[in-house]
RNA sequence: GGCCCAUUGGUCAAUCGGUUAAGACGCAGCCCUCUCAAGGCUGAAUGAUGGGUUCGAUUCCCGUAUGGGUCACCA
């Protein structure tokens, strides 16, 4: 025993804080709630599954009236990337998951429990790494990465289990008398558990999603202080979830693997366990197989996906809930008026197989969720939005807000006839286009859309157009306008009755819509829009006319 | 390969041993209709597989298959 704390000491010279002093430093927090975190790499922009895991975090959290703290695990320099953080938390904060404690840009962190860098906290490691050797429960080893590739290509040829265990642990055979030696003599070492587990022998324990895991317990002398004298996750999150007083880990599903090291180094430091929830991983089709949403290959992998687009937040984070727990959906087509967050996720509903991102499923809960608004909550929306991510579409509806708003209001204003074409504030580019007078002479710069037939020839399309043009009276409401539709109908041939049509075909040029079709096509260049006359009132008179006559002298 | 997790329609899935096996998305058809969208109605489509346990199994147990994860001085 006098041995290790010697050892120990030789190792930390510096170093007299004890794991008591931190116990003091971090005590047990003075709350009823949940403590749950999000803990992301620094290695780039928001995932979607990340994404995911920190909103179930924040939930839990939010419902208990727990802490939700963002942690920054950075101890991999190698594959940090620069200005993540920046990225990360600015990514969060617009899909309104905000931590309460912890990073919180770059440059600031917030709470009593931090530093929330893990890079910030090597003195906190380096205390309970030497905790671990006093008790001789971790030991250096001077290995070097030569001789383990050696050992592991041994293990390969011997169809033996890879690792750093057992016989194969060459340092933890070292009497402390040769450690301190090697210490003394300024060999270089990195720090490892001394496992004490068998692997022959199962442990459990409780998953809050999977319920009771039987797994073998851990025996490999894992590395926790790395040469470059940083932790690994493994020690980096037993240490920090302790002093920062987590109560629920919650992750992705490859962490289940490694608990039994994380128990073990619970165990080891004298700490309480936390409670585990591990989540399935978020696939997507590929194939005839389903994968793993990949960043190089899934646009919707990033988060980044849904905002360039302008998806509604709120759309995402509902198909997430839904995903979350799929009894979110019943439970919002019972509570239309309420805020999502009402809605009580609970882990225990959550599906442990991992499930496929469905994109149609976040389209139909977008579409569902844009109806809904008013053309102004609409359209501020997506001013927002576009000023942002698509300075076209900000600058097209800025010509003119009270025209753009009495676009958006088509079909919208109405609870009975909910237009649902707009799945994300970029289709506006697609489908609402023909509003804006430059946008649609470069539609129709390479001519119009009309289709001839027999008996549809160009002559007739422009007849069309000629007598509706003369008898048009822009004042006219709805039931006028459309009669004197059916009158230009009738007068050159067309039926203006859709049943009689049927009946009788052949007796006729064509019916009404074909009319309704042609004035469409005039006004709109398109052959499906919304209500034609709804269309004509917004862009007004004198446009209406002139597109018309311009149409008409297209054809000549 | 070892270990772990999973497996109900194309997708998301409900069922706490007894159901005509819900619902949603998607798909098809019909109705409504100036086109489209929406809406209404209808339809096709599911318990991977082999054994047990039980009066009875989608539900519990075991094997097999398939899919996924994991076996680093990465997280």
Redesign the pocket.
């Known amino acids: 025993m006098e041995k290790y704390i010697e050892l120990s000491n030789l190792m930390f010279p510096e170093l007299n804080k004890t794991v008591e002093d931190l116990e003091t430093k971090y005590p047990k927090r003075n709350i009823e709630g949940s403590v749950t975190r999000f ?3 620094p ?1 780039g922009f928001l995932h979607t599954g990340a994404l995911f895991t920190s909103l179930v975090n924040k939930r839990i959290a939010d419902q208990t009236n727990g802490i939700f703290y963002l942690r920054i ?4 320099k ?2 940090e990337v620069d200005g993540s953080v920046t990225l990360l938390t600015s990514e969060m904060k617009k899909f309104g998951i905000l931590p309460n404690e912890g990073v919180m840009s770059d440059t600031e962190e917030v709470g009593e429990y931090g530093p929330y860098t ?1 890079s910030k906290r090597e003195e906190i490691y380096n205390i309970c790494a030497k905790h671990l050797i006093s008790k001789g429960f971790a030991y250096p ?1 001077f ?3 030569e001789m ?1 590739s050696v050992t ?1 290509e041994m293990q390969e040829k011997n ?1 033996q ?4 265990y057992g016989i194969y642990a060459r340092c933890r055979n070292l009497s402390v008398e040769e450690m301190i030696e090697k210490v003394k003599s300024g060999e ?3 720090i490892r558990l001394k496992s004490s587990g068998n692997h022959m022998k ?1 442990i459990s324990f409780i ?1 809050m ?8 317990e851990n025996d ?1 002398d ?2 926790i202080i ?3 004298n ?5 020690f ?2 037993v240490v920090d979830d302790h002093f920062m007083r987590t109560t629920h880990v919650m992750r ?7 608990v039994p090291i994380h128990l073990e180094l619970f165990t080891k430091m004298g700490f309480k366990l936390p409670k585990f929830a ?1 989540f ?2 978020i ?1 997507v ?2 194939g005839v ?4 949403l990949s960043k190089r290959k899934d646009k919707e992998a990033a988060v980044s996906f849904f905002l360039n687009n302008g998806y509604p937040i709120e759309a995402v984070l509902e198909y997430l809930l ?2 979350i727990n ?2 979110y ?2 439970w919002r ?1 019972k509570n239309l008026d309420k805020d999502m967050f009402d809605f009580n996720i609970r882990l225990e ?8 991102f ?1 994109i ?2 976040l ?3 977008s ?2 969720y844009i ?1 809904k608004l008013t053309s102004k909550e609409l359209l501020d929306k997506i001013l927002i939005w576009s000023k942002e991510y698509n300075q076209e579409i900000f600058d097209l509806l800025n010509i003119d807000l009270v025209f753009s708003l009495k676009m958006l209001g088509i ?1 919208r204003d109405n609870v009975k ?5 707009l799945v994300k504030y970029e289709d506006i580019s697609t489908s609402f286009i023909y509003f804006f007078d430059k946008k649609f002479e470069e539609d129709i710069r390479n001519g119009y859309d009309f289709e001839y037939t027999d008996k549809i020839t160009k002559e007739v399309v422009k007849q069309v157009l000629s007598k509706y043009l003369e008898i048009y009276n822009h004042n006219d409401d ?1 039931e006028l306008w ?1 009669s004197r ?1 059916k009158l230009v109908a009738s007068s050159l041939g067309f039926c203006s009755d ?2 009689e049509y049927k009946l009788n075909p052949e007796k006729y040029i064509g ?7 042609i ?2 096509i005039s006004i709109t260049n ?9 269309i004509m009132q917004v862009l007004g008179e004198s446009k209406v006319k002139s597109r018309i006559n311009n149409c008409i002298n297209y054809l000549i």
């Not at 197989?289 to 793993?292: L, N, Q």
């Not at 019916?511 to 079709?517: E, M, P, Y």
């Not at 398109?526 to 709804?534: F, G, H, S, V």
């Open positions: 803990a992301p790499s290695t695990e950075d101890t991999d190698k594959r893990q080893c290995c070097t990465n383990l592991r169809k289990m890879s690792g750093y270089k070492y990195i199962k998953d999603i999977r319920g009771k895991i039987d797994i073998a490999q894992i590395v790395k040469s470059d940083l932790p690994t996750y493994h980096a999150h992705g599903e490859e962490w289940i693997p490694s591990h399935p991983t696939m089709q590929d197989s389903k994968r793993k839904s995903v799929s009894d959906e019943p087509m509903k959550m599906n442990s197989a991992g499930a496929l469905d149609f499923k389209n139909d809960i579409k569902e109806s079909e006839k909910i237009r649902k074409d709805k459309f539709v859709m049943k019916n009404i819509s074909d009319v309704a079709g004035i469409r398109r052959k499906n829009t919304p209500d034609i006359y709804a």
